[in-house]
């Protein structure tokens, strides 16, 4: 069965410093792995995904690694903001179609201070 | 971008009613929905997959006869929480993938706030 947990479960920094999330998971044969951004009380939304056969994708502040061998991604924030407070989540997902269930991780509550 | 509705947002109701939540793909189609649980402060608990024009699967430990699924359309699903009680209160958040796009993210929808009083 697919474990994925997320490393800090919380984190606090000042504006304008540079962050790094971590999520790892148990069975390194996923299809795709995807970060997400949960607002209080709000759904999620999606900010990267990365493909099995991907290494990293980039948007905006935002770079996630992919090391699929060894069951790691990372989410890397530049520059952080205060707007950028919320929970990030990362999801693996096993296959395509109906296999595209997402397992998620436990999530990193990050707050950015003034 | 692909837009996931959700209706209610919130919802309180007594022990022993039913409560219906909907989840419509506004902007696209989806064959399959994805129903998830969240407690507070923990992660997101898949429920069940809903395929539309058929059976929902569920996960391991979810109640079918308590958790409803109709898949009716390509672009609606509904989950009808049956004889709710107050260990049933909870975030409820669907989500859907578009159509022909396997390598497309996931989209979800807001949430739905569920109070058993």
């Known amino acids: 069965k697919q474990e994925v947990t997320q490393i800090p479960a919380a984190l606090s920094v000042p504006e304008g410093e540079n962050l790094v999330l971590n999520c790892s998971f148990t069975?390194?044969?996923?299809?795709?792995l995807q970060w997400f951004r949960q607002d209080p009380g709000k759904g999620l939304t999606s900010l990267l995904l990365?493909?099995?056969?991907?290494r990293e994708q980039t948007s905006g502040r935002l770079n996630a690694s992919l090391d699929k061998s060894s069951g790691r991604s990372t989410l890397y924030i530049a520059a952080s903001q205060p707007g950028d407070s919320a929970t990030y989540l990362c999801?693996?997902?096993?296959?395509?179609?109906?296999?595209?269930?997402?397992?998620f991780g436990t999530g990193t509550r990050l707050q950015v201070t003034l | 971008g692909a837009v996931v509705s959700q209706h209610p947002s919130w919802v309180i109701c007594k022990s022993g009613t039913s409560v219906k939540i909907e989840c419509r793909s506004l902007?696209?189609?989806?064959?399959?929905m994805f129903w998830y649980r969240q407690f507070p402060k923990q992660s997101l608990m898949l429920m069940a997959t809903?395929?539309?024009?058929?059976?929902?699967?569920?996960e391991q430990g979810v109640e079918k006869d308590k958790f409803l699924i109709n898949h009716a359309s390509l672009t609606l699903s509904t989950l009808t929480v049956t004889s709710a009680h107050p260990e049933d209160s909870s975030f409820y958040i669907c989500?859907?993938?578009?159509?022909?796009?396997?390598?497309?993210?996931?989209?979800f929808g807001n949430g739905t706030r569920l109070t058993v009083t």
């Open positions: 989500s859907a993938r578009l159509e022909g796009f396997n390598n497309s993210p996931l989209h």
């Open positions: 069975d390194s044969a996923i299809y795709n």
């Open positions: 990365i493909q099995s056969s991907q």
């Open positions: 999801a693996v997902s096993k296959g395509a179609g109906t296999a595209s269930k997402l397992t």
């Open positions: 902007d696209f189609q989806a064959t399959t």
């Open positions: 809903s395929n539309e024009g058929s059976k929902a699967t569920y």
